[in-house]
C-alpha cells in the first residue's frame, strides 16, 4: 500500500477550468514536494512546503501544506494545455540510519483539453 | 548546460543476462539515487550514495548493485535481471541530500526503459 494517496488517479478538463490534486497519508511529514513530470521526461520539483498550514503560490499553481503535515493540495486556476502531465506528491521522512528518504505518490495524470 | 544524463534510454533484454544503467551528473552534486518507477506504485528509491564510496540501500534494493567510484557517475548494475525488473528508472542528483529546503531540489535524468524478457 501507497504511504501517500494521492487523488484523483486521473483528471480530465476544459482549459479555463480550475482542479485541485490531493495528497493524504496518515504519517507526518518533515516536508512535502510536489513533481510535474511530462511524457519520456524525469520529474521536475515544482515546490517545497516545510511548515504546517503552509500555503505556496506559484503563478496559477497554489500549494498547501495540512496543518498536521500528514496532507497536501495541489491547485490549479484556469488550466492551460501546458499544465498536462503527471503530478507527483512526496513525503519527507527520516531513516533510521540518519539520512532522510522522499516516499512518492502514485501521482494524478491531468490533462487540459484545448 | 546542468543536467543528469542516463544511458541506454531504452533496452529491452532477457532474463540473466547482466547488464549496466548508466548516470552520470554534471553538477558536482554530493548526493544521487537511483528509482524505479511503475504504474500505480509510483516512485520507488533503489539506492542513493550520500557521497563518493558512501551507498545504502533504499526501499527496493534487491536485485540491483550501484558503485559511486567518482563524484559524477552512479550506475545501476543489474547481475542477472528478472522480468519483474521491468520498469521504468530514474537517476537523480541533488547538492546534499533530499527534502528539507530547495536547495536539495532533485533533478532527475529522463529515465531509461528497461524490458526483461
Known amino acids: 500500500t501507497q504511504l501517500l494517496e494521492q487523488s484523483p488517479q486521473f483528471l480530465s478538463i476544459q482549459e479555463g477550468e480550475n482542479l485541485t490534486v490531493y495528497c493524504n497519508s496518515s504519517s507526518v511529514f518533515s516536508s512535502l514536494q510536489w513533481y510535474r513530470q511530462e511524457p519520456g521526461e524525469g520529474p521536475v520539483l515544482l515546490v517545497t512546503?516545510?511548515?504546517?498550514?503552509e500555503v505556496k503560490k506559484l503563478k496559477r499553481l497554489t500549494f498547501q501544506f495540512g496543518d498536521a503535515r500528514k496532507d497536501s493540495s495541489l491547485h490549479i486556476t484556469a488550466a492551460q494545455p501546458g499544465d498536462t502531465g503527471l503530478y507527483l506528491c512526496?513525503?519527507?521522512?527520516?531513516?533510521?540510519?540518519?539520512?532522510?528518504?522522499?516516499?512518492f505518490g502514485a501521482g494524478t495524470t491531468v490533462t487540459v483539453r484545448a | 548546460e546542468a543536467q543528469v544524463t542516463q544511458n541506454p534510454r531504452y533496452l529491452i533484454t532477457v532474463t540473466g543476462k547482466k547488464l549496466t544503467v548508466t548516470c552520470s551528473q554534471n553538477?558536482?552534486?554530493?548526493?544521487m539515487s537511483w528509482y524505479r518507477q511503475d504504474p500505480g506504485l509510483g516512485l520507488r528509491q533503489i539506492y542513493y550514495?550520500?557521497?563518493?564510496?558512501?551507498?545504502d540501500k533504499g526501499d527496493v534494493p534487491e536485485g540491483y548493485k550501484v558503485s559511486r567510484k567518482e563524484k559524477r557517475n552512479f550506475p545501476l548494475i543489474l547481475e542477472s535481471p528478472s522480468p519483474n525488473q521491468t520498469s521504468l528508472y530514474f537517476c537523480?542528483?541533488?547538492?546534499?541530500?533530499?527534502?528539507?529546503?530547495?536547495?536539495?531540489?532533485?533533478?532527475f535524468g529522463p529515465g531509461t526503459r528497461l524490458t526483461v524478457l
Open positions: 553538477m558536482n552534486h554530493e548526493y
Open positions: 537523480a542528483s541533488s547538492p546534499e541530500g533530499v527534502g528539507r529546503s530547495s536547495y536539495n531540489e532533485q533533478f
Open positions: 550514495s550520500m557521497n563518493v564510496e558512501v551507498t
Open positions: 512546503v516545510v511548515t504546517g498550514g
Open positions: 512526496a513525503g519527507e521522512l527520516y531513516r533510521a540510519n540518519g539520512d532522510y528518504k522522499l516516499s
